[in-house]
């Protein structure tokens, strides 16, 4: 940092104010790491498919035709919620089906996740 640039900020706020935004800095950059490594985990009943979407709400799960429920939430390797239409075809996934026998969840799987 520039020694001219600190004593500016040094004579407009008290060094408390700074300790205080150091502080601030710091949680905040370890908030944003704690959620980027967040981990997911994937029900031991979700079963496994290689999946393709076939249009609006239907997909192919190892070639056979399935209806996604209303609500269904399909997430990606980072685990972020993405539209059906984002499915790479041929991904493999876990998923699991509601009471009616749709298709509810699904979680494309990472590298790692897919060697287990």
């Not at 490594?37 to 979700?46: E, G, K, N, V």
């Not at 709400?57 to 972020?80: C, M, S, T, V, Y």
């Not at 790479?88 to 749709?102: H, I, M, N, Q």
């Amino acid at each position: 940092m520039c020694p001219g640039f600190e004593s500016l900020i040094r004579h407009h706020f008290p060094s408390n104010a700074i300790d205080r935004m150091r502080a601030f800095a710091l949680i905040a950059a370890f908030v944003a790491s704690t959620a980027m490594a967040q981990l997911r985990s994937i029900p031991d009943d979700a079963e496994r498919a290689e999946i393709r979407h076939v249009e609006q709400n239907l997909i192919e799960l190892n070639g056979k035709p399935e209806r996604l429920a209303p609500g269904a939430q399909i997430r990606d390797q980072a685990n972020r919620v993405i539209v059906p239409a984002a499915l790479e075809t041929g991904a493999l996934v876990k998923y699991r089906r509601d009471a009616t026998g749709a298709v509810s969840q699904v979680w494309i799987l990472t590298p790692e996740e897919a060697a287990r």
